[in-house]
């Protein structure tokens, strides 16, 4: 097996008259050393963080009821996706909730895209309304969603009562507690 | 016919080569490593695609765990801030804490307030690695007559008055909307309006705008 070779060259010649002592092998089994290394080596790795966590950016606009210091929304620019319970994710275009749709977080990124292909660019914005039964990373995923798609415009929006209401009537209708 | 004598060879492998890359591979990752600080509050936090890495100094952390329930801390770095802040919180709300009850906050490290000003004094009595395994009510932020996260908010923007703060959410991906809604409610009263949620970063899905914009432009950070 493993072993190290430490013997030496052979040896200087010895003077005569001096009796040769009998040599003993300096070999070591390296092989349980080697199996340490390893061992120690996959602790680390499993161990080991390596990314660091990452900041969202997130900028709120300041409470105002001046209208006039109000952001202006196009009925027809305007898209709102509702982050629920059970991860699911409700949308409608323009103003009406009784338009509501229901999606997930795989078929919510094409709804995005859609409209904002079928919109004005400049006028474009999403309003991310998370319902009470949505979790903070549907909010987040939300949000994320808005970077991947490169969308410019959104606000997160508390959601009202008229609209929740909506979102129950789908839920009880799709069976979802 | 006689049979070619093949020479027989050593079955003998020298295994310092591999026990050298082994003990190479070893240093490197005890060095690479940097464990994790044993944390009283657990959080995972939800990805997302940034890639900016988030501050250490001048900040002021609001975390939500699972249960929805909110912890405010200071960072490590920032001793006197965290000093000025609990001094103001005593002030205002007449604690009466004493200075070894303030110093549990101020000089421990990641320590962080969890319960209502109502039980600070008996929460600060208790050191850290006392709180393990102790259900804590959180900071109250649910109702907008009793968010006592505004007040918390208020003592450190006025403790860290001339400097940036930076103001971060770490919230745990089960945690309800509702409590970060709290949370922005009393971040919104004390006009910081820019703030940044801890995310895990992770690459952004193939074949999305954000990756063929990243690819047009060149760029890998996402801000």
Same mark, same amino acid.
């Given at each position: ?177 | 016919? /006689? ?34 600080? /044993? ?97 804590? /009510?959180?900071?109250p932020?649910q109702d907008s007559t009793n968010n006592?996260?505004r ?73």
């Amino acid at each position: 097996m493993a072993e190290m070779d430490t013997s030496g060259g052979g040896g200087h010649k010895k003077g005569p008259g001096v009796k040769k002592s009998k040599k003993l092998s300096t070999r070591v089994d390296l092989t349980p050393m080697v199996d340490l290394g390893f061992l120690l080596i996959t602790f680390f790795i499993f161990t080991t963080t390596m990314s660091q966590p990452s900041a969202m950016k997130l900028n709120l606009p300041k409470d105002t009821d001046k209208p006039d210091e109000q952001n202006k929304l196009k009925e027809s620019a305007a898209f709102t996706i509702m982050p629920g319970k059970n991860d699911q994710v409700y949308y409608y275009e323009g103003l009406d909730p009784s338009k509501l749709q229901t999606a997930t977080w795989k078929t919510i990124r094409d709804a995005i895209l859609d409209k904002k292909r079928r919109t004005n660019p400049d006028d474009f914005m999403v309003i991310i309304k998370p319902d009470k039964d949505a979790t903070y990373k549907n909010t987040v995923d939300a949000l994320d969603e808005m970077k991947i798609d490169e969308v410019k415009r959104y606000a997160l929006v508390d959601i009202t009562p008229f609209e929740y209401g909506f979102i129950q009537k789908t839920e009880a209708a799709n069976g979802i507690k | 016919m /006689p049979r070619a004598k093949l020479p027989r060879k050593s079955t003998n492998i020298d295994m310092t080569a591999m026990c050298d890359v082994a003990f190479l591979l070893l240093s490197f990752f005890i060095l690479a490593t940097k464990f994790k600080p /044993p944390e009283a509050l657990s959080v995972t936090t939800p990805s997302s695609v940034y890639t900016k890495i988030a501050l250490e100094t001048n900040v002021m952390m609001i975390i939500m765990d699972k249960d929805g329930k909110v912890y405010f801390s200071i960072s490590d770095k920032n001793v006197p801030e965290k000093q000025d802040v609990i001094d103001a919180i005593n002030t205002q709300k007449g604690l009466n804490l004493t200075a070894a009850e303030k110093k549990t906050f101020v000089n421990n490290p990641s320590s962080f307030i969890g319960v209502p000003f109502s039980q600070l004094k008996s929460f600060l009595d208790r050191q850290p690695d006392e709180l393990k395994g102790v259900v804590l /009510p959180g900071i109250p932020t649910q109702d907008s007559t009793n968010n006592e996260l505004r007040d918390w908010v208020a003592a450190a923007v006025s403790a860290f008055q001339g400097q940036h703060l930076n103001v971060e959410v770490k919230g745990d991906d089960a945690a309800k909307y509702p409590s970060f809604s709290g949370v922005i409610w009393a971040l919104k009263k004390n006009d910081q309006l820019k703030f940044q949620l801890i995310t895990s970063p992770i690459a952004p899905p193939l074949g999305s705008e954000l990756e063929k914009y990243l690819k047009t432009s060149g760029s890998k950070s996402v801000e």
